[in-house]
């Protein structure tokens, strides 16, 4: 039987974020639990983004795969890019979404109401510009309240920040056979998701 997979940064990437340490111990903990079969393909999935013919990496890839050695200056610039990838990220997953006001008109409520099922987890929002934005793909006329079915539950079992849900819920997810959680809570498959939810965070 084949053994735990390690995995480590270089000092190089933890000066750069000294944080990198617990967290690839965390990604570590998650990876050794799957299957060999679903560890393989994460494993190739990244040889092939760290292959030398792939599109140009960012400095802390390179760093993360042993190539690069950051002088100080380099170091400032590579967390500026994380910086700038981080925040193009933010703009992406927030791009159209809905202020307070237009949700409340859309769902019928007073303006208090949105505030209150953000807080109970009913409805997705991020603070952003000194107020609530909230994605507009969460809502399904059709749906109970007014938003995607299963959608809440998914919320409250994800154990991460608005903007990291966001993410979540947005992506191609290997375990849904590339299928975002999102598109999949749409097809009415809530009970594929919510467990892979809480997984989330945990660690």
Same mark, same amino acid.
């Given at each position: 039987?084949?053994?735990?997979?390690?995995?480590?940064?270089?000092?190089?990437?933890?000066?750069?974020?000294?944080?990198?340490?617990?967290?690839?111990?965390?990604?570590?903990?998650?990876l050794n639990?799957?299957?060999?079969?679903?560890?393989?393909?994460?494993?190739?999935?990244?040889?092939?983004?760290?292959?030398?013919?792939?599109?140009?990496?960012?400095?802390? +890839? @390179? $760093?993360l795969a /042993?190539?690069? =050695?950051?002088? &100080?200056?380099? !170091?400032? %610039?590579?967390?500026?890019?994380?910086?700038?990838?981080?925040?193009?990220?933010?703009?992406?997953?927030?791009?159209?979404?809905?202020?307070?006001?237009? +949700? @409340? $008109?859309?769902? /019928?409520?007073? =303006?208090?109401? &949105?505030?209150? !099922?953000? %807080?109970?987890?009913?409805?997705?929002?991020?603070?952003?510009?000194?107020?609530?934005?909230?994605?507009?793909?969460?809502?399904?006329?059709?749906?109970?309240?007014?938003?995607?079915? /299963?959608?809440?539950?998914?919320?409250?079992?994800?154990?991460?920040?608005?903007?990291?849900?966001?993410?979540?819920?947005?992506?191609?997810?290997?375990?849904?056979?590339?299928?975002?959680?999102?598109?999949?809570?749409?097809?009415?498959?809530?009970?594929?998701?919510?467990?892979?939810?809480?997984?989330?965070?945990?660690?």
């Open positions: 039987m084949p053994g735990a997979l390690t995995i480590t940064a270089t000092s190089e990437l933890e000066a750069v974020e000294p944080s990198i340490g617990e967290t690839l111990v965390n990604l570590q903990d998650r639990a799957l299957p060999l079969a679903e560890i393989v393909a994460v494993v190739e999935g990244v040889t092939r983004v760290l292959a030398p013919e792939s599109t140009q990496k960012s400095m802390v +890839v @390179a $760093a /042993g190539e690069q =050695r950051f002088s &100080p200056e380099e !170091r400032i %610039e590579a967390t500026l890019d994380v910086l700038r990838r981080s925040f193009d990220r933010r703009h992406e997953l927030l791009d159209g979404a809905l202020s307070t006001s237009q +949700v @409340a $008109a859309l769902l /019928g409520t007073s =303006r208090q109401t &949105p505030h209150d !099922r953000v %807080e109970s987890g009913s409805l997705l929002a991020v603070m952003d510009r000194g107020g609530l934005r909230f994605p507009p793909w969460q809502f399904d006329p059709n749906g109970e309240d007014g938003v995607v079915p /299963g959608l809440p539950a998914v919320i409250r079992a994800l154990d991460v920040s608005p903007m990291a849900k966001i993410s979540w819920l947005t992506r191609a997810n290997p375990m849904l056979d590339g299928a975002t959680p999102l598109a999949r809570l749409r097809s009415g498959d809530v009970e594929d998701v919510l467990p892979l939810a809480y997984g989330v965070g945990l660690g």
